[in-house]
């Protein structure tokens, strides 16, 4: 599969030819920087460029006009003490991915458990629950805010059929964030139809032995299903995390005026930033803001790469 | 209860739609599951319901208890009234246009540079490759307000280049989606190419990118549904109203039509509607995307 891989047996041609390299290998150099350049552009440009900018202006005053003043560590150390909001923030992110991670996908792939049967109008099944995995923006947000209407919402109709009296949602400060949460269930689609391929690639023969050798529903989920979608659920878990850390616009659109909603229940992370950044222009703050989330999100991340080696199954890999 | 069915979907597809052989019992198993996925179904479907339902509703009916699942009247006017309460029609053309460059940014940007990931050696391939491979991990607000300064540096602020020159300097993420794509692709068609005396942009122009044209449609459509949804961007570097998008639009129509939620409904419509005649035209290439996506999983 992969062609940075020299196989057995074939000497790559670039290696044998190390000392001295050919016209030819010079040609194939020029060409690949030519193919790879757009890309190059754009990681120096808007990626390396604006890191280090901002790793330095995380370590001064800066409101974009006037000039930068150096003050080391004193973005970080407000933070860490005297903003409020920075914890309250950040604790309301870590809230949000707390749930939605765990949530979505054991919702994901208990959908594709069942869409994985064989049942009539199957195909139809899974266009509908695909289908609103595909709608994001305002819209979705506008439509969810009018569904969660505490009196006249279709949640709270809903729920009163059964006997429940439902919560003010958007306006209760306890019940925002589940809101928000539920909101995300509705688009598990999106996770459903990776694990739907992934299920479907398990070689079937593994399940008529273990129904030869008597393993009930649960032990051939257990120790065939879930080995076999473990590098799909790996990825999955790694990108909604990184995904659920840069959680914003439902903050911003669905509270008044961006505000972050009722005792800033809804203040992510990343609207606090915003706000710092482009409302008061604190811009050194807001990077240093910037760079303690990156190092959240590569901590967690390797983490998550670590811990995976235990429990991610790789076919022919020898963990 | 018959267990007798496989679970490999090749077979699945091909069977033929009666699924119980006539004389045989349909097994509970499947009657419970058939169900439970009809009542998820309505739960899934029920909010875009209601949404039309409520754009199509009076104000008084709205604010009615207990809510109407179908409108008594329908108030078809509304979509006419909010189309015409804010410049829905600009907002629809500036979206386009930032749609355009979007796509095809995106789909000739990437399908270039993946080829070169893919298909040629040169020296610093593996370097370059790892480095491309490590930004995917950096949350795109961390690069956000840097690049703001930049771009406001430059003067470029209130104009639509900082939304759109990111779009030709290709995305990671797609940019190895398409490559191990590429890799798929057998290296003998381009040699043969090459013999004949082909150059590597020949090559990719008239071999590789005809075969990979799933691929490239599979991310034109996520890069259509990005720019049709894209919120941050217009948000940050746009002030002028001409300028607005449909979500920069359809946020600001909140703030003047707050109660009026039947109009509200009808432009969250307006929005939502194109991405769903999208999605069931071509839903096979969302499928084929998210299949490319799950490739990328090793």
């Not at chain 1, 065939?224 to 850390?245: E, R």
């Not at chain 1, 009722?262 to 409302?279: E, I």
């Not at chain 1, 008061?280 to 080696?309: H, P, Q, R």
């Not at chain 2, 006419?80 to 979206?95: D, G, H, I, Q």
Request: charged share 10%; net charge positive; hydrophobic share 50%.
């Amino acid at each position: 599969m992969n062609m940075n891989q020299p196989q057995a047996g074939a000497q790559h041609p670039l290696k044998a030819s190390k000392p001295r390299r050919g016209k030819l290998a010079r040609s194939e150099d020029r060409a690949g920087y030519i193919f790879i350049l757009p890309w190059l552009i754009g990681f120096f440009g808007i990626t390396l460029l604006p890191l280090l900018f901002s790793l330095y202006g995380s370590f001064t005053n800066y409101d974009i006009t006037s000039q930068m003043d150096f003050i080391g560590l004193a973005n970080y150390e407000r933070m860490f003490s005297s903003d409020p909001l920075f914890w309250k923030s950040l604790s309301n992110t870590i809230y949000y991915v707390l749930w939605m991670v765990p949530l979505t996908t054991i919702g994901s792939v208990l959908l594709a458990l069942l869409l994985n049967e064989r049942v009539a109008g199957m195909r139809m099944f899974r266009t509908i629950f695909y289908l609103p995995s595909v709608l994001s923006g305002v819209g979705v947000y506008f439509l969810w805010m009018q569904l969660l209407n505490p009196s006249t919402g279709l949640v709270n109709t809903l729920l009163s059929w059964v006997g429940i009296a439902g919560p003010a949602w958007l306006t209760d400060p306890f019940w925002t964030k589940p809101a928000v949460i539920f909101m995300k269930m509705w688009a598990v689609g999106g996770g459903m139809l990776l694990y739907l391929a992934s299920l479907q690639s398990v070689p079937p023969q593994l399940y008529e032995a273990a129904r030869l050798d008597g393993a009930s529903a649960l032990r051939r989920f257990r120790h065939i299903t879930l080995p076999m979608i473990s590098p799909v659920i790996f990825y999955d878990v790694v990108t909604s995390l990184i995904g659920g850390f840069q959680v914003f616009q439902e903050g911003y659109v669905m509270t008044e005026s961006g505000g972050g909603g009722p005792m800033h229940s809804l203040l992510f992370y990343n609207l606090h930033m915003w706000h710092k950044a482009f409302t008061v222009f604190d811009m050194g703050y807001a990077m240093a803001m910037a760079w303690v989330l990156f190092v959240v999100v590569m901590i967690l991340t390797a983490l998550n790469l670590k811990l995976s080696k235990r429990w991610v199954h790789y076919e022919g890999g020898d963990s | 209860m018959g267990q007798a069915y496989s679970y490999s979907k090749g077979e699945a597809e091909l069977v033929q739609p009666s699924l119980h052989k006539p004389g045989r019992r349909l097994p509970l198993r499947k009657v419970l599951i058939f169900t439970f996925l009809c009542a998820g179904s309505v739960l899934f479907l029920l909010p875009l319901w209601w949404m039309i339902s409520t754009s199509l509703k009076s104000m008084q009916e709205i604010a009615q208890y207990p809510p109407t699942f179908i409108p008594e009247q329908f108030h078809w006017s509304n979509y006419l009234e909010t189309w015409t309460a804010a410049p829905f029609t600009r907002y629809t053309m500036n979206t386009l246009l930032l749609t355009f460059f979007a796509v095809t940014g995106n789909v000739i940007v990437n399908a270039f540079v993946a080829y070169g990931f893919a298909k040629i050696r040169f020296r610093g391939k593996k370097l370059w490759f790892s480095v491309l491979l490590s930004t995917i991990m950096i949350p795109g607000f961390v690069t956000l307000i840097p690049q703001y300064v930049l771009f406001s540096k430059l003067g470029l602020v209130g104009t639509y280049y900082p939304i759109i020159i990111p779009q030709f300097l290709g995305s990671a993420f797609y940019i190895f989606m398409l490559r191990q794509f590429y890799l798929t692709i057998p290296t003998e068609l381009s040699e043969a190419a090459r013999i004949d005396g082909a150059g590597h942009f020949q090559i990719w122009y008239r071999i590789i990118l005809p075969l990979s044209k799933p691929g490239l449609a599979a991310i034109a459509i996520f890069a259509f549904n990005g720019a049709w949804n894209d919120f941050l961007g217009p948000l940050l570097y746009v002030n002028d109203e001409s300028l607005y998008t449909l979500q920069i639009g359809l946020q600001s129509f909140r703030g003047a039509m707050q109660t009026q939620w039947n109009y509200l409904m009808a432009g969250s419509v307006i929005v939502l509607v194109p991405m769903i005649l999208l999605f069931f035209l071509f839903q096979r290439y969302f499928i084929e995307g998210m299949n490319l996506t799950a490739g990328t999983k090793g």
